[in-house]
């Protein structure tokens, strides 16, 4: 057996911690993953003892190397065919939540530039100082501050002003999927508000809505219109689940087809729907379920 490393041991349980800025970062779990496997090589090259507050330096190291992830990524995006969503971030049952980050807000931090939503990230969601965020984005703390600020505003609507409990939200969740399967218009208008609006991400990879479906009569005619051409046999329900802290499930629809739907839920209605369809993002939901990994254009 090897002897203890007590430099690996500390970067381990920094870990999971830099794994969640980074995806917050990047929105893609493979990205955040490469990027603390980077981080980690370069602690590897230090001598961890003359390291003052280990904390710090990873987590300075992991967003640097994020923001230059980062900034390609989003040229990338401009040309994404369709909607782009985060790649769903799975919470268990019985984790508690990390970080006040929603699906919703992931979204909003799109609108950022790549340094406000740094400054934004390290300093509201993850307590970074002000003083450490300036040293990692090398500018001044005012800068900082001020790149902060303009963040908040950006995002101030995105932010939840309703909290679901968990109950609430898988029964929720689980209606929705039984509506849509069955194209019950009653069931849906009870659970959709008027200005809902569905999302959808394929990649170009599979058959996905490319643009955004506005409004409860649209969506309605939407699931009704699936559940003539299909049938109800074609949808799957395999489980419920929570997508950056939004109730949801994930499914087979049309029998083959893996997708996971997340639901933005207000005052007990649901208002946006986030459909991930994309096979290369739900490599991850695939393993976790025990299922052959997704591919291919359906």
């Given at each position: 057996m090897s002897p203890p490393d007590p430099a690996t041991d500390l970067f381990e349980t920094h870990r999971p911690r830099l794994v969640r800025l980074a995806y917050r970062m990047l929105g893609s779990v493979?990205?955040?993953?490469?990027?603390?496997?980077?981080?980690?090589?370069?602690?590897?090259?230090?001598?961890?003892?003359?390291v003052r507050e280990p904390?710090?330096?990873?987590?300075?190291?992991?967003?640097?190397?994020?923001l230059d992830v980062l900034k390609s990524a989003r040229a990338r995006r401009e040309t994404y065919f369709g909607a782009w969503l985060p790649e769903p971030f799975i919470e268990a049952e019985?984790?508690?939540?990390?970080d006040s980050l929603t699906l919703t807000l992931m979204m909003a931090l799109e609108r950022l530039s790549p340094l406000e939503r740094a400054a934004f990230?390290?300093?509201?969601v993850?307590?970074?100082?002000?003083?450490?965020?300036?040293?990692?984005?090398?500018?001044?703390?005012?800068?900082?501050?001020?790149?902060?600020?303009?963040?908040?505003?950006?995002?101030?609507?995105?932010?939840p002003r309703y909290v679901v409990g968990r109950e609430e939200g898988d029964r929720i969740a689980r209606a929705f999927f039984d509506a849509s399967r069955s194209g019950d218009v009653d069931a849906l208008t009870h659970l959709l508000s008027e200005t809902a609006v569905v999302r959808a991400d394929g990649g170009g990879k599979v058959i996905a809505f490319r643009n955004p479906i506005d409004g409860l009569a649209r969506i309605k005619r939407l699931y009704t219109g699936l559940h003539r051409k299909y049938g109800m046999d074609s949808f799957v329900f395999l489980r419920l689940l929570w997508i950056?802290?939004?109730p949801g499930f994930v499914s087979l629809e049309r029998g083959r087809v893996l997708q996971t739907t997340a639901l933005n839920i207000e005052?007990?209605?649901?208002?946006e729907i986030f459909i991930t369809r994309n096979?290369?993002?739900?490599?991850?939901?695939?393993?976790?379920l025990g299922l052959s990994p997704p591919g291919g254009v359906h």
């Open positions: 493979a990205e955040a993953e490469d990027v603390v496997q980077n981080a980690w090589l370069r602690w590897r090259t230090v001598d961890a003892a003359q904390g710090a330096w990873l987590t300075r190291t992991t967003s640097r190397l994020a019985a984790e508690p939540a990390q990230l390290l300093h509201d993850f307590g970074v100082g002000f003083d450490e965020v300036a040293t990692t984005l090398d500018r001044d703390a005012a800068a900082v501050r001020q790149l902060a600020a303009r963040a908040r505003r950006h995002v101030q609507d995105a932010r950056d802290g939004l005052d007990g209605r649901i208002v096979p290369d993002k739900l490599a991850r939901v695939a393993a976790e």
